[in-house]
């Protein structure tokens, strides 16, 4: 079912089941999924809201624990692990890009950058990150200066900043404009084939579904469908 | 754990919460400043106290009497458990200067030689020691000299025993025996017209008619001593020759002061800035948890990308303590400003070689824990959220907190109430600890200011009973000698005089246990109109016929009841010694008193007449005219003006209270300000989702604003009765620790303090709502939906 070039399987998860307690309110949010993401590919979570995309983004980026199932990031046991485990994973492996960029607003773009490469093991530099996603002349500006693209562009640099093995984006094109959100989608696909970083990218947006090597459907918490694309489209490509 | 990028974002996040920052680094300021300055005043104090006593030896063991054969002394130093003694004269006399028409009381005291002489020495502040010269000379003490402006080589008259001589100032000292200079037998102390005076042993013995015998003994006791067994072996000695019983350096007059002085220090260190640092911690931990909640996108952020829960509560306790840190610093150097004026005071009371104020390490060390630590603690409480918040939670929309009906409602009122009216309800009954922590917040700035408020109603209150009720004359005589009745009557010849009513005052030593204090007994008259003695409700006590009236001191301090026996001798005259029942005790306010008919005490006296004291009714607008006639009177020794007895009273205590009572209000100010803003700055930032919602949904500014108010009103409202009764409490506890030898102050609050107190709240209320009102102004309607909280 996989490419030859992608074979080295960083993830496995194996019936991974999360209920949320809202308020008073139990929420299944993901029932029984199983699936397994390889080093160095884009995977698309396509489905509608609600359909527990995000859990499992969250849980496979260690910042949320399932209530029953398994999954490994190689040979680590992200289920079993320690809070403080959680965080030395997130700290050396993942790198997060969110919906609402989530950059600190009293840092200027280079600072929320080095927020990252201060802690990371073998960070690229922060200009450095700042060129791959175009914005090295936005260097000082602080967030409410910058446009929303340009905010999730500084988001980027800082989750790619780190040298990350894993790139987790939660729509990250859900609060741009078109042509700012291909913009976006652009940078992401250059950080996959510069640093061969597994990108996955959740969005309810089917259209972009064409950038991906392979696309999880999601409805209800449950797998829908998996697809491969034999050919990844090119940003300019995808409409919407 | 140093990261720059997360120091930056602290510094930035401060500017923005600059006006949390700095109401609370007041408080912190306000608490450390008390703090640094009376724990440095203390420690200064007790260190200069302690190399004093010790530098310039002064005794443990004081024994007074009669008299005794000057060879007495051997007997002493022979004791077991007595390292050294000294065997002197002490008598009291009087001094005339040339600078004040009456003459000043008199304490002179022999100065041993000083190759003999090893127990409290003198420390020459300037000039030198007697010598044996062809005039007397004569060393004064410092208070005395600094009140009168006495010089090196001013001579003036001295009388003892009846016998007057000239003696020149040839030194101005002090000793550790006197470091508070008081008269025993005055109410308050008074420079002008009481002084210690050493003299070389030859010219005091020919004028006290005393060769070879002494009336005083002071000891040092050697190491390992028991003071109770060395002061009984002294008893035994010297009791054939009248002792009233040997004392130790506890009960020393000038020492009781010292310690006194010390221990209140103490606890002013703790207990004022206490109030403080609580509620600075309490502010600490609203604005943190306020600021953790508003920070929940970004804690969850860096989480996300990897920092550790440590480091990012470290990142908010660095933020705390900077907070702290901008009220601990300038608190300290506050604290020694405040210090040195405190010390300052102190120079003018007690005299200390060097007391010089300086600002300690330990207590700098102090202040700077203790500034730090309650907020930290505070700080730490708020924190915990970022434990508990999961990164991926934190990324979501925070569910609904869980409202509850609150009491109120469920008490069956909800059907009458206004859902305006619920939802401020359930806002403030949602949190109950931080709104007692509010209310209990407000409480103490209310408390604060009532108690600086009721100093000024209770000296008012003391002034008023004092001068009014109790002495009600217009001028009081005193003569240098007990005068037949006929004399009095003579008095009322002199034009302007409506009234004299005579009295009997004699110095006098009282005796109980192991107590014993110097005091006057004054003999009254029957029908005596123009002094009253009163009890604790201002009702006039009768002189009893029997027995003695004394200051309910005696009876809190050393347990004395009414019926039982105490011994008096008596320090003028032929020195008689008696017993008598205690009949009663009287509340005065100030000093102490003993108080006798006339009659018995004339008895007792072994004498048949005389009054040295009259007490007069004067025409006013002849009242200067009288004062000059009677200053000229040659057996008069002091003529005092109750009206100017009032106004020294009342420039030496009024300015002093005054300044105390504004400093209190601004500290308070500063509690009421810091709660009531950060508690309307908060509330308005928990819910400008909330307050922007019901502006969209059609509710006007005004009712917005209308809410809130409610809120913090309401808040003010509950702790109103309990501030005001905290207050009185406050000022009950602080008389308790006022000396009350000196003073007694009844807890008197006046209605008017209280609605200043109420007032001082209300204004800290508008300066908040009013930049509360800005704020509401300024709420973008489609940004604040925006923000995810």
Redo the contacts between chains.
């Keep these: 079912m996989q490419d030859n070039q992608f074979s080295e399987v960083l993830f496995s998860a194996k019936q991974l089941s999360k209920i949320y307690r ?2 008073e309110i139990d929420v299944h949010a993901l029932r029984e999924i199983s699936l397994e993401l390889f080093a160095g590919e884009i995977v698309v979570l396509l489905g509608p809201s609600g359909s527990g995309k995000s ?1 499992l983004l ?1 849980i496979l ?1 260690g ?3 399932p209530t029953s199932g398994e999954v490994h990031y190689k040979e680590h046991n992200l289920v079993t692990a320690t ?2 485990e959680l ?6 492996h ?1 790198g ?1 890009v ?1 919906q ?1 960029y ?6 200027t773009a280079e ?2 950058v ?3 490469t ?3 093991l073998s960070p690229i530099s922060s200009n450095l990150a700042l060129h791959l996603v175009g914005l090295e002349d936005r260097a000082h500006h602080f967030p409410s200066q910058l446009s929303g693209g340009e905010q999730q562009r500084i988001a980027i640099a ?1 989750a790619v900043a ?1 040298r990350p093995d894993i790139l987790l984006c ?1 729509e990250p094109t859900g609060a741009l404009d078109y042509t700012t959100g291909k913009k976006v989608l652009e940078t992401l696909l250059r950080v996959n084939s510069e640093i061969a970083t597994l990108v996955v990218i959740i969005t309810h947006n089917a259209s972009i579904a064409g950038i991906a090597d392979r696309v999880i459907k999601m409805a209800n918490g449950r797998i829908h469908s998996v697809a491969t694309n034999s050919k990844r489209m090119s940003v300019e490509d995808i409409q919407w | 754990m140093v990261t720059n990028s997360l120091d930056i974002k602290l510094f930035r996040d401060l500017k923005q919460l600059r006006a949390q920052t700095i109401t609370t680094a007041i408080l912190v300021i306000c608490g450390v400043s008390l703090l640094v300055s009376s724990w440095s005043a203390f420690q200064s104090l007790r260190s200069v106290r302690d190399s004093y006593y010790k530098n310039y030896q002064f005794a443990d063991i004081f024994a007074e009497f009669k008299a005794a054969p000057a060879e007495i002394i051997a007997k002493i130093r022979h004791l077991d458990g007595i390292e050294s003694a000294e065997a002197r004269i002490v008598m009291d006399g009087l001094v005339y200067l040339k600078t004040q028409p009456e003459p000043a009381l008199a304490r002179f005291i022999m100065l041993t030689p000083a190759n003999q002489s090893n127990l409290n020495k003198l420390y020459i502040r300037r000039g030198r020691l007697p010598v044996e010269s062809t005039e007397i000379e004569i060393a004064v003490h410092e208070a005395f000299a600094e009140a009168n402006n006495l010089s090196l080589g001013d001579t003036f008259k001295i009388l003892i025993q009846g016998q007057s001589e000239d003696a020149k100032i040839v030194g101005i000292t002090i000793s550790p025996e006197f470091v508070y200079a008081l008269n025993p037998a005055a109410p308050l102390p008074d420079d002008h017209h009481f002084g210690i005076f050493w003299l070389l042993p030859k010219p005091l013995q020919r004028m006290a008619k005393m060769k070879d015998v002494t009336n005083s003994i002071i000891a040092k006791m050697s190491k390992d001593a028991s003071t109770g067994a060395v002061l009984e072996r002294v008893n035994q000695v010297l009791k054939p020759y009248g002792n009233s019983g040997a004392y130790e350096r506890k009960h020393q007059l000038s020492n009781m002061f010292v310690e006194d002085e010390i221990r209140q220090q103490k606890a002013s260190a703790i207990i004022t800035p206490s109030i403080f640092l609580l509620v600075a911690a309490f502010l600490t931990h609203i604005i943190l948890s306020r600021l953790v909640a508003i920070h929940r996108p970004q804690i969850a952020t860096l989480k996300a990308l990897g920092y550790y829960d440590r480091e990012i509560s470290l990142h908010y306790m660095k933020m705390i303590l900077i907070m702290m840190l901008v009220g601990a610093i300038p608190g300290i150097f506050l604290g020694d400003i405040i210090g040195i004026l405190l010390t300052r005071t102190y120079q003018q009371f007690f005299h200390f070689p060097n007391l010089n104020f300086s600002l300690s390490l330990q207590a700098a060390i102090i202040g700077l824990v203790a500034g730090i630590t309650p907020a930290l603690l505070g700080g730490w409480s708020g924190l915990r959220a970022i434990y508990k918040l999961t990164p991926a939670e934190a990324m979501r929309a925070p569910s609904p907190p869980v409202y509850k009906p609150s009491i109120i409602e469920r008490w069956g009122l909800q059907t009458r109430i206004s859902i305006k009216t619920k939802m401020v309800w359930r806002n403030l009954f949602f949190r109950p600890v931080r709104l007692l922590l509010s209310v209990l917040g407000i409480c103490a700035a209310l408390a604060v200011i009532v108690t600086g408020g009721s100093w000024n109603d209770m000296t008012d209150f003391l002034m008023a009973t004092q001068f009014q009720r109790q002495q009600r004359e217009d001028m009081s005589v005193s003569f240098l000698k007990p005068l037949p009745a006929s004399s009095i009557r003579e008095l009322l010849n002199i034009p302007g005089i409506l009234a004299a009513e005579g009295q009997r005052s004699v110095p006098a030593r009282l005796i109980y246990k192991n107590h014993k204090r110097e005091l006057g007994i004054t003999g009254w008259p029957d029908h005596i109109q123009m002094s009253r003695k009163l009890d604790k409700d201002l009702k006039n006590i009768e002189i009893p016929d029997n027995g003695i009236l004394l200051s309910r001191y005696f009876q809190d301090a050393w347990g004395l009841k009414v019926g039982e026996n105490i011994d008096i001798e008596i320090l003028e005259g032929k020195l008689p010694v008696f017993s008598t029942r205690i009949a009663a005790f009287s509340d005065d306010l100030i000093g102490l008193s003993a108080s006798m008919k006339f009659r018995p005490l004339l008895k007792e006296l072994k004498e048949e007449t005389g009054y040295n004291v009259v007490t007069l009714k004067v025409d006013p607008i002849k009242s200067t005219e009288v004062y000059v006639k009677l200053k000229n009177f040659s057996q008069i020794y002091s003529v005092n003006l109750k009206k100017q007895l009032y106004l020294g009273f009342q420039e030496s205590m009024g300015g002093l209270i005054r300044v105390f009572t504004m400093v209190l209000i601004i500290f308070a100010l500063a509690i009421a300000i810091g709660i009531i803003y950060n508690s309307v700055r908060v509330s308005f930032s928990e819910r400008s989702w909330e307050m922007a919602s019901l502006r969209i949904l059609g509710f006007s500014k005004g009712s917005v604003f209308e809410m809130l108010t409610s809120e913090i009103v309401t808040q003010i409202s509950l702790a109103i009765i309990p501030g005001c009764l905290a207050g009185w409490g406050l000022v009950y506890l602080s008389m308790e620790s006022i000396h009350a030898e000196t003073f007694s102050f009844p807890v008197f609050i006046e209605p008017s303090t209280f609605a200043m107190a109420i007032l001082v709240i209300i204004f800290a209320l508008i300066f908040s709502l009013l930049i509360m009102l800005r704020m509401i102004g300024s709420i973008n309607l489609v940004d604040a939906l925006k923000v995810r909280e």
């Design positions: 809202m308020g859990t969250n980026g910042l949320d624990n809070e403080k965080t030395t994973f997130r700290r050396e993942v997060f969110f609402f989530n950059l600190i607003p009293s840092l600072e929320n080095t927020l990252a201060e802690i990371a800082r780190k939660d």
